[in-house]
């Protein structure tokens, strides 16, 4: 789970809450889930578009690194 470090400022609890929940579904439907929170925009998109698994979250910045992650699924 990849989140910005913008919006954990904006609501902390909440957004604590959220992604402990959305870690939590995962990992009862096997996954092994790390979470990610506040690292560099660049590197987050480097880290997203070449993760084994990516879900994207709907905005424009997601959009992006989907369409790179299905690029180096085929590539592979």
């Known amino acids: 789970l990849v989140a910005g470090g ?11 809450k959220f992604i402990s ?6 990992t009862e439907m096997g996954y092994n889930v790390n979470v990610r929170i506040g ?4 590197d987050d998109f480097v880290f997203m578009s070449r993760a084994k ?3 994207p ?9 989907n369409q790179l ?7 592979n």
């Open 6 to 16: 913008c919006f954990l400022k904006n609501n902390l609890p909440l957004s604590k």
């Open 21 to 26: 929940k959305i870690k939590e579904l995962y």
């Open 39 to 42: 690292k560099n925009a660049d």
């Open 53 to 55: 698994h990516f879900i």
């Open 57 to 65: 979250g709907g905005g424009k910045f997601s959009n992006l690194i």
């Open 69 to 75: 992650h299905k690029k180096n699924e085929q590539d």
